[in-house]
């Protein structure tokens, strides 16, 4: 079994940043896809960045392109979101997750292992 803690959601205004962490346990964490995603309320959960432990990859949807930074470090067994420039529409649960079939990495039937969540509300 691979364990997955997310934390470094908050509050925060508009415009501004955080970094959310994924730590994982167990599974040797390195070989798996890592990737992060939000669900807002009444909406379906989407997949926001991607880290592909195979060439060290990277994928982002177009909303987050250029204010998001998904980093790894295999020491720490953490993945990390960078989140720069902050907007409202940006408030969700932030999941990360690791992908352990094929598809899209978007596709969130793609991954088996979960976190449990961590709140990212942005607001003035």
């Known amino acids: 079994q691979l364990q997955l803690v997310e934390s470094g959601g908050g509050l925060v205004q508009p415009g501004g940043s955080l970094t959310l962490s994924c730590e994982a346990s167990g599974l040797a964490f390195e070989h798996y896809p890592i990737g992060w995603f939000r669900q807002a309320p009444g909406k379906e959960r989407e997949g926001v960045s991607f880290f592909n432990s195979d060439d060290g990859s990277t994928n982002y949807i177009d909303s987050v392109k250029g204010r998001f930074t998904i980093s790894r470090d295999i020491g720490k067994n953490t993945v990390y979101l960078q989140m720069n420039s902050l907007k409202l529409e940006d408030t969700a649960v932030y999941y990360c997750?690791?992908?352990?079939?094929?598809?899209?990495?978007?596709?969130?039937?793609?991954?088996?292992?979960w976190g449990q969540g961590t709140q990212v509300t942005v607001s003035s």
């Open positions: 997750a690791a992908k352990t079939w094929g598809g899209q990495w978007s596709e969130p039937m793609a991954y088996d292992y």
